[in-house]
């Protein structure tokens, strides 16, 4: 018993192993030779340097800064951001890729990622040449890290209502308020904040870069999280904080439309996370309907759980499909891009948290313990439902579109 006990831990070396194998659910269908060429490096990072410590991260609530730091020098620290500042200068879908692959050896560590690449892009896409020679290469290389501060205690799916304020003064603003839920706060070095210099509403709002250091920032206490415990989720606090006048991003009341099309890349990101989670969790379901015997035979012999494996290999394969097609109309810059994107996020988290929810009632008991890879997935999963937009603000989204014309 102790040898199947054992085996679901590095989910990612399952998914590695079986590559070669002709499989319906195989990732790399339809993919170009170098998309497959860094599909497998960024596996091979995941079974490697990110699956055997999965637990433990989780666990003792690590930040696991050394492995990032490993997986920037393949080029992950800024994917999709000009070569010219150190990024790697790759497409939506080949990012969508990269991260799905790393998600299947940890899904919390690589949703992080996700935020710090979709910073970064920010940062090389709309600052100014000075500000992405200051900012980005030093990002890319992950020596330092970066946090998204859009989210506020009174202000999540309505964003646009944020009420930190920022008031000129000379060459500086005067930066007051909080931000929630900051992935990485207190541990990351540069937070990408959304600001009210205007009046209300979206069209009031900038966006200011801010440096770990400056007076009047500082952090709340460590949040305890039911999932995504290898990366801190702190509060963010301004008291009249000083920021350069040259730390903002764009013009002032360009802040929302900065922060939206961020969130674009970001719901792809977070979506391919979850296809990653939901591949990893069918593969050791597979695994432990193969070994575990119940009344005298494999547990792979139940027609039932043979029809159940059957939907979530197709669940998987519809949601990642719908993952691709928007990362291609994103990087096409098509008009109906945030549409699709905010469609594949939705689809895409629900269904693969359904998958890993699942695969963990399939491991019966044995899924309940902490022994058994498949309950971190569904913990780590579970978020995703509700950031970078919540699923209802998603179907709010495609309804508005739906309904415009």
Sequence with gaps: AMAWRAAPRAAARLLLGRRGIASCIDPSTGLTEDQKEFQKVALDFAAKEMAPYMAEWDEKEIFPVETMQKAAQLGFGGIYVKPDVGGSGLSRLDTSIIFEALSTGCTSTTAYMSIHNMCVWMIDTFGSEEQRRRFCPSLCSMEKFASYCLTEPGSGSDAASLLTSAQRKGDTYILNGSKAFISGGGDTDVYVVMCRTGGPGPKGISCLVLEKGMPGLSFGKKEKKVGWNSQPTRAVIFEDCVVPVGNRLGAEGQGFSIAMQGLNGGRINIASCSLGAAHASILLAQEHLTVRK?????????????????????????????????????????????????????????????ICNQALQMHGGY????????????????????LEGTNEVMRMIVARNLLQG
């Design 294 to 354: 119940q009344f005298g035979e494999p547990l792979a012999n139940n027609q039932y759980l043979q029809f159940r494996l059957a939907e979530m290999a197709t669940r998987l394969v519809a949601a990642r499909l719908m993952v691709r097609n928007a990362a291609r109309a994103l990087q096409e810059g098509r008009e109906d891009a945030a549409v699709l994107c905010s469609m594949a996020k939705l689809f895409a988290t629900d269904e693969c948290f359904g």
């Design 367 to 386: 899924g309940y313990l902490k022994d058994y890879a498949v309950q971190q997935f569904v913990r780590d999963i579970r978020v995703h439902q509700i």
